[in-house]
């Protein structure tokens, strides 16, 4: 089966991004009762004149029959509020997903059909000011596809891209178009690579002349069946390490860094993650266009065991 046009990278973008959760001060508890799952969220912010604050989260789902089940039911402390049902298997490989703010104006209406050679993702916004689509094919070990995004009230393409992959086990080759966060256009290629042991990862963009705006390369290793290292380096010359523990069943521990290697007397971001507990989380399927200037993405997802998570 092809994979979504977002995850037209995912093996290479994982090994440069997964991990690294740097900068974040938050502590994430989740819990499940019955066929009811309640995420809580408390995150330190740290304004420019030096002073903490913590701000609240709480979400809640519901497992739902049938095909049926509220993903995500969110409140933070600022008065927002987010609500997504979906609605699985209507007929086979077909399935919906509405999306809404409580308390706006802003809803959506999603739509994804998978079949063994096909994956097409639809999502219409109700405001009908667009609508966005992707597409992806799939024979033997490539996958082939684009995306676009429809200005309904202008009636005219108003961004799209395109990219194909080579996928065989954990070695994956891809190229595919990107939009930046000010609208231009970027290239890309991307290459996993099992090598000694470890899983090696580069990827590059270039601009519409040709000259490279971003290129990073990196490796993960399993150290033992419990412990794995990361790292990566940009040519920003930003280093970043990381390293992944399950101190025992049920608890992992990771740690990062990002050393800034133009300025090696600074002092460096870091992050600590503490989970406990097992959470299970269901991945998402991404919207059709994901939003300028980023790459492959996943929603939230209800837990399905008891855990929490503490990052520092």
Known sequence: MPVSFGDIAKTAQGVLNDDYKLGKKFLKAKSKAGPVSITTENTLKTSKDGKNSIEGKVSGSWGGIKGFKVSKVAMDAGGKGDLELALDDVVDGLGFTFKASLFGDDASLEASYEQPQICSETALDLNFSSVSQSLTFGFQKFTIGGEFDFDIENTAVSDYNIGANYTSGSMQVAAFTSTTKKGATEYNIAASYPLAGALAAATASFDTAGA????????????????????????????????????????????????????????????VNLQLGKASLRQMRPRALHPAGSGPGRRDAPLTRRGATLVV
Do not use: E, F
Not at 221 to 237: E, G, H, I, P, S
Not at 248 to 266: E, F, M, Q
């Open 212 to 271: 490279l705006s971003v290129g990073s390369v990196g490796a993960k290793y399993a150290y033992t069946k419990d412990c794995t290292v990361r790292a990566a380096v940009d040519t920003n010359y930003h280093l970043k390490k990381a390293i992944c523990h399950k101190v025992a069943p049920g608890v992992k521990a990771t740690a990062c860094v990002d050393l800034d290697l133009t300025a090696l007397g600074s002092v460096p971001a870091y992050g």
